[in-house]
């Protein structure tokens, strides 16, 4: 499924990576997402968890169309370019997670975005920046979010 929609979305767009330390206490909102049987599938043959020895879904564990937590996650960085970018020729490679948290289960059933606010910026050394968001998913129809999680992007050149 991917992207369902738009509305509410909200981004960060930035011609150059020096405008990076103003974007301190700025928010971003990313489109609403959903997770298709077919990608939950596909992830969970990717990761083994076809094989796990003990069952998380069906009656047994979380309930059908579950989406383990670790694939919520690598669904940051596509998520985050619809919402956050620097313009020419810059990256964002993944630097790390602080204090990752999952609130609540996400399902295949479930439409969900990531609200982002820019915590910290810090210029290194080698002219890149280093970019930490705190980001909550928030599930549609719910008031607990899915999970929250502080992120690191190290932005540098190509």
Avoid: C
């Amino acid at each position: 499924m991917g992207v369902v929609s738009t509305e509410g979305a909200t981004a960060i767009s930035i011609e150059h990576p020096s405008e990076l330390p103003g974007l301190v206490g700025t928010t971003f909102t990313t489109p609403w997402f959903r997770v298709d049987e077919d990608r939950l599938t596909s992830f969970e043959h990717a990761s083994y968890h076809e094989e796990y020895p003990h069952g998380y879904g069906g009656e047994e564990g979380y309930g059908e169309g579950l989406v383990e937590g670790f694939h919520l996650l690598s669904l940051l960085d596509v998520l985050g370019n619809h919402a956050f970018w620097v313009e020419g020729p810059w990256l964002a490679w993944n630097y790390g997670l602080d204090r990752v948290r999952f609130i609540s289960p996400v399902r295949t059933t479930d439409h969900f975005r990531v609200h982002g606010v820019v915590r910290e910026v810090t210029e290194r050394d080698n002219g890149g920046f280093l970019v930490v968001t705190d980001l909550r998913a928030e599930v549609k129809d719910r008031e607990k979010p899915g999970f929250i999680a502080t992120q690191r992007a190290l932005w540098t050149t190509v």
